[in-house]
Nanobody, 128 residues
Framework: QRKLVESGGGLVEPGGSLRLSCETS????????LGWFRQAPGKEREGVSS????????IYEDSVKGRATISRDNAKNTVYLEMHNLKPEDTAIYYC?????????????????????WGQGTQVTVSP
């Protein structure tokens, strides 16, 4: 059974940093692109960052560019999202997701519909 479990969320002061982890199981991870999404209260879920199967290509949502780093460790079956200089508007539930990409190891999915497996989410709250 394929599963994704996020961790690392919590309460952070503005300007602070955190590292989210998403441990996967049941995947041959190098066959999957991975992504982080978030949903703030009263808002639709949005993409934060995605990484290709081979890790060579990465995209970031404009508001986190320069403040976020996505990485993957296939040997540990884990994908990470580090964020710095956190702002109150980063407050959201953060989800990791996996997209099965059959042929293109450098393709980076961006649409939610491309991701077939999702974690349960971890809450990040940025507040003084």
């Amino acid at each position: 059974q394929r599963k994704l479990v996020e961790s690392g969320g919590g309460l952070v002061e503005p300007g602070g940093s955190l590292r989210l982890s998403c441990e996967t199981s049941g995947f041959t991870l190098d066959r999957w692109a991975l992504g982080w999404f978030r949903q703030a209260p009263g808002k639709e879920r949005e993409g934060v960052s995605s990484i290709s199967r081979n890790g060579a290509n990465i995209i970031y949502e404009d508001s986190v560019k320069g403040r976020a780093t996505i990485s993957r460790d296939n040997a540990k079956n884990t994908v990470y999202l580090e964020m710095h200089n956190l702002k109150p508007e980063d407050t959201a539930i953060y989800y990791c997701a996996a997209a099965r990409i059959y042929s293109d190891v450098v393709y980076v999915p961006q649409q939610e519909s491309e991701f077939g497996y999702w974690g349960q989410g971890t809450q990040v709250t940025v507040s003084p």
